[in-house]
């Protein structure tokens, strides 16, 4: 994978963002509930540049990394997961992984959304349309991928990731996620909360706190602005006995590099790639879905992945 731009002017810029970057857990009312915060502005911004979004976009993808990268806190090991969405609507879905290390990953299926009229809120129910929401699950010790799958009811992602676990898993659950634009377009801030009735917790508690969840403070706001994540955590969930229990980076990641797209080049029909031998155009790209990292590969590689795969051709 390659960075297109890393966030920050500055190498200290640079490293002061990645240093904030953080999932934040959490338990609060003697443990019945766990939560978990994410910092995610440096992510979200490295994102956009990959992947070249304009505002629309962004803030549909990034929602979609706040969402998995909160998913991924209670991951262990090799473990990870896929999120994915197939709509109607213009923006036809996305695919994000997100593993137990805190990396995070994943692309929109329609790179420019058509927008017929000015967006005037951050209502994007229209972009969806009808469709579904996905969530697989790779665990290390289980013999298969678990999927569970809802339809959309909202086309909004983090009311709909809570609808998922609530029909899919009978998890109360509920999610907040906040990207915030500077008047330029730039994005300034990016977050997200995550809270989870374990069983045994009272209904009066899971109900106050799903509502507070709802009323919360625009995180991408409040991380614009400077505010420390545990402090937040504290001062909004006092009441609720909050408990901090670990905290990890997180991040765009990818581990593609030029070597694994070769080798799914060999796997193309032969006539593709004599196709391509013949006619070019060189350098070949391959961008990396996930990541957008283009790779080239000059008629001498594509002579030899060709020579690999068919010898007597």
């Known amino acids: 994978m390659i960075k297109k731009k890393l966030y920050g002017d500055t190498l200290k810029d640079q490293l002061v963002a990645s240093a904030k970057d953080r ?52 991951l262990k090991g090799e473990d990870r997961l896929s999120l994915q969405i197939e709509c109607s609507g213009p923006i036809k879905g996305l695919v994000v992984e997100a593993n137990a290390f805190g990396e995070v990953r994943g692309y929109l299926k329609n790179i420019s959304i058509p927008i017929e009229k000015p967006v005037e809120d951050f209502d994007l129910s229209r972009f969806f349309g009808a469709g579904f929401l996905s969530v697989t699950r790779y665990l290390k010790d289980a013999k298969q991928p678990f999927t569970g799958t809802v339809t959309l009811e909202y086309g909004n992602v983090a009311r709909d990731l809570a609808n998922y676990h609530l029909t899919s898993e009978q998890i109360p659950t509920a999610f907040n996620l906040s990207i915030q634009f500077d008047r330029e377009g730039e994005v300034v801030g990016a977050g997200g909360l995550f809270l989870q009735a374990m069983p045994g917790a009272a209904d ?84 990396c879905h996930h990541c957008s990292t283009p790779y080239l590969f000059s008629r001498e590689e594509i002579q030899k992945i060709y020579g690999v795969r068919y010898p007597d051709n």
Not at 28 to 38: A, E, H, P, R, Y
Not at 52 to 73: D, P
Not at 206 to 225: D, I, Y
């Open 204 to 287: 009066d508690i899971t109900a106050g706190l799903e509502s507070l969840v709802l009323n919360f403070p625009s995180l991408g706001k409040e991380f614009s602005a400077g505010s420390d994540p545990e402090a937040l955590i504290r001062d909004m969930f006092q009441s609720y006995s909050p408990k901090m229990l670990a905290n990890r980076r997180i991040e765009f990641m990818c581990h593609c590099n030029k070597e694994k797209v070769r080798n799914l080049l060999t796997m193309l029909p032969v006539e593709e790639l004599k196709d391509i031998l013949e006619n070019g155009p060189f350098p070949v790209e391959s961008r």
């Open 23 to 74: 999932s934040y857990n959490f338990s609060l009312v003697d443990d019945t509930v766990c939560g978990v915060m994410i910092h995610g502005t440096r992510m979200v911004n490295e994102m956009r540049f990959n992947h070249e979004l304009g505002i629309l976009e962004t803030l549909v993808l990034g929602r979609a990394y706040l969402g998995a990268g909160l998913m991924s806190a209670g």
